[in-house]
């Protein structure tokens, strides 16, 4: 009898699976993890398939699994997901499968740990060290010997001293759970009356199971987290594993804490700075069940859970949930996705829904849960513009005459304010006073973005980054470099004029040494050690400063002139969210937003707190150009070391685009940032009505044109949020 044949998808950049044979003996189900030989090397893959009828003249030539790995195997519902992924945004198979096995080489039984404790008499010779090790462990207990070493403070050279005598032993400990079990009744917060109607629905939904999507809409500080935390404890109560999104993870701290407040333990982290021994234990524990809830960045959609049974995605709105490179998907809509496969309730959090959302929860196909009011009464900030064309600042300057008197009122009042800047660095441009040169990227179309802290050029493309020239390279001039325009480093020192006894934090991520460092100083805002924040949009997401309550955004116009079609949408959520960050426990927050177009449709539902009225006229704009979430975009973006090829290619690619009435091939147009990292770009935006399968259509057209040749590299991104 012919040997059976299984087909495996291996985690390389390959859509296509390949056809083993199964050694006598060795029993594999579909999702099994293997070793297979591929090439030269062993890979690890998935039991995607039985092959019964391979062809005969194949069947000889086929190699053999080289053995069936020790792992729980990867479950139908999570096979799904990442063909359904992979057809849909267009990366291979493979690349999708490997944001599934992202658990490293660390798979199998973890490294012991071991512990020491007394055993047997006292040493022959004593030392002042010894004694102290003896004084430590005559409580009976074990200890690690990293512990030991550092309670004792002795070096770890006397504690092995006293095993070799025998005088300590060693035993092996039982590993450390990633994770405990949290209490879905620790401790229940008094909810207000829309905030038990608001925590009821979702409740019900995870009680009734099957997939849904609710859009929990509230606005800031209205007690969102509370009040999904009621949906987390239903399916904790369920046994059932939860999964709770984050735009980034590394701002968490605080939302970990509040976990545990409610829940009583700690939930597992899922993120790309995990250890890889955490990240291999954490991965094998979410397959064996053994985590009830994951706090995760978007990665965190591909784990491999036991038995998943609800997912949150807070601040569905966030742009962070858009992966860029490698396979392009964005972690909200795959969240929704994922849901629906797994048959479970999804639930979206925000206080500026996407319009996707929002348009979903409008026509009935989401549910939409809503906390229309902060929670204790609180006030929502009011917001004033601040018009810079008729009240800005002197020349040189950025904060305005208000705009400085109302911070500091604020400051004598022993508040914080918040001066936010989306933009990191010193000033975004440097030209020379006597020839007029601007100091560029030698890889990309950009300016270098001055960062002073670090005594560096910095190019935010591609990282090249260079110290500041001693004379100008086109005139020779020396001392003739000026900063053009404010990054939050120039605020700083504006500011430190301006208010020379307040206690100035610049939030920036180029400024975040560790994630550790990061969670203290936003730790050390929210405990009032610093008067004025000054940040870019780090700030922005999710905290709770009680002692804001002052925010004042400096360029309230700079996300608008992009030309990117979710300008708009962008514009309003960041500006919502960060003034957002005032007057959550005082309620007496205010906003001020300089602008040069206060008369803009985004500035006026700011200022006037209509929220609707944004979403209506950013509604009605979509629908008449066929925007999404009324119709479909995907763009193709062409790069090469010479700007002829890329062009070439991208005609070439244009050309063999299918006839399609329903499609819309705009370009090849040389992209808004024409070279980045020394390769030029040209792009192409393809443009369907929504009921159009634009991936099929892709792939097809794809299949079908030339493949790119050379030093061209074509990137599909669909649904793209940057047109860059
Ligand atoms: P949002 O996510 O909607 O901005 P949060 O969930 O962060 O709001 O809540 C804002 C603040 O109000 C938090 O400090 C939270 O602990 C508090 N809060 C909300 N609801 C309650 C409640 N029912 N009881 C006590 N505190 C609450
Ligand atoms: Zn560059």
């Not at 090397?41 to 039991?47: A, C, Q, S, T």
């Not at 599934?100 to 512990?115: F, Q």
């Not at 032993?169 to 207000?192: R, Y």
């Not at 910095?458 to 020239?469: D, I, Q, R, T, Y």
Request: a neutral charge; aromatic letters at 6%; charged letters at 25%.
């Amino acid at each position: 009898m012919a040997a059976r044949v299984v087909d495996i998808l291996v985690p390389v950049a390959l859509d296509q699976t390949y056809s083993y044979r199964v050694p006598v003996g060795l029993e594999l189900t579909p999702g099994d993890l293997v070793a297979v030989p591929l090439g030269a090397r062993e890979y690890m893959g998935v039991v995607w398939a039985d092959n019964p009828n391979p062809s005969p003249r194949l069947h000889n030539r086929l190699k053999d699994v080289d053995e069936k790995l020790d792992v729980p195997p990867l479950k139908a519902e999570l096979r799904q997901f990442v063909d359904w992924v992979s057809g849909y945004t267009l990366a291979s198979r493979g690349m999708v499968l490997r944001m599934a096995l992202r658990m490293g080489e660390h798979l199998g039984p973890g490294r012991d740990r071991v512990g020491v404790r007394l055993s047997g008499p006292a040493p022959q010779r004593m030392t002042a060290a010894r004694v102290r090790v003896l004084e430590l462990f005559a409580d009976g207990l074990t200890r690690s010997k990293g512990e030991a070493s550092q309670e004792a403070g002795v070096s770890a050279g006397v504690i092995d001293g006293l095993i070799d005598e025998g005088t300590l032993e060693t035993v092996i400990l039982p590993p450390e759970p990633v994770a405990s079990q949290p209490d879905p009744d620790f401790h229940k917060p008094e909810f207000s009356l829309a905030q038990l109607a608001a925590a009821d629905t979702l409740r019900t939904t995870v009680e009734q199971g099957g997939y849904t999507v609710t859009l929990l809409d509230g606005v800031t500080g209205s007690g969102k987290t509370e009040v999904y935390f009621e949906a987390v404890a239903e399916n904790i109560r369920r046994n059932r594993q939860t999964l709770i999104l984050m735009p980034e993870i590394a701002l968490t701290a605080q939302f970990l804490d509040r976990f545990c407040e409610r829940f009583g333990v700690r939930p597992a982290e899922w993120h790309s700075q995990l250890s890889p021994r955490k990240r291999a234990r954490t991965w094998a524990a979410v397959a064996a069940g053994e985590v009830p809830v994951v706090v995760g960045a978007r990665s965190a959609l591909f784990l491999p859970y036991a038995d998943l049974g609800l997912i949150v995605v807070d601040e569905e709105h966030d742009p962070a949930y858009k992966q860029e490179d490698g396979a392009h998907y964005h972690a909200r809509d795959m969240a929704v996705v994922r849901g629906s496969i797994a048959k479970i309730p999804v639930v979206l959090a925000s206080a500026t829904p996407s319009v996707e959302s929002e348009v979903n929860a409008r026509r009935g196909r989401y549910r939409h849960v809503h906390l229309p009011e902060r929670f204790g009464g609180a006030h929502l900030p009011s917001i004033e513009a601040i018009d810079m064309r008729r009240e800005g600042p002197p020349r040189g300057r950025f904060i305005s005459p208000r705009l400085a008197e109302a911070v500091a009122v604020s400051l004598t009042r022993g508040e914080q304010a918040l001066l936010f800047l989306n933009r990191r660095g010193y000033a975004p441009l440097t030209l020379c006073r006597a020839c007029g040169f601007r100091l560029q990227c030698p890889n990309c179309d950009a300016w270098l973005v001055d960062h002073r802290f670090k005594r560096r050029l910095v190019c935010h493309h591609c990282g090249f980054s260079m110290p500041p020239p001693v004379e100008c390279p086109n005139c020779h001039a020396t001392d003739s470099f000026a900063a053009v325009g404010p990054g939050v480093e120039r605020l700083e020192q504006e500011a430190g004029e301006l208010f020379p006894q307040a206690r100035i934090l610049v939030l920036s991520s180029d400024l975040v040494e560790s994630i550790e460092r990061l969670r203290q100083e936003l730790d050390d805002v929210a405990e009032g050690r610093f008067d004025l924040i000054i940040g870019t949009q780090l700030v922005a997401k999710g905290h709770h400063f009680p002692k804001l309550n002052l925010v004042g955004i400096i360029d309230a116009d700079l996300g608008l002139g992009n030309g990117d079609p979710r300008a708009a949408e962008r514009t309003f959520q960041l500006l919502h969210q960060v003034v957002g960050r005032a007057g959550r426990e005082e309620g007496r927050g205010i906003g001020y937003l300089q602008t040069h177009q206060p008369e803009h449709p985004v500035m006026r539902a700011l200022i006037s707190g209509d929220r609707e009225a944004f979403y209506k006229n950013e509604i009605e704009q979509r629908e008449h150009s066929g925007y999404p979430p009324f119709g479909r975009l995907a763009s193709l973006v062409v790069t090469a070391n010479e700007r002829h090829t890329a062009e070439t290619y991208g005609r070439t690619l244009a050309k063999a685009a299918p006839k399609d009435d329903q499609v819309r091939v705009l370009g090849p147009a040389e992209a808004p940032i024409a070279v980045v990292r020394g390769r030029h770009r040209f792009r192409l935006l393809v443009k369907s009505p929504r009921a159009f399968d634009l991936s099929a259509y892709l792939r097809a057209w794809l299949a079908a044109a030339p493949k790119p040749r050379g030093n061209v590299r074509l990137e599909v991104d669909v649904d793209p949020q940057s047109f860059y």
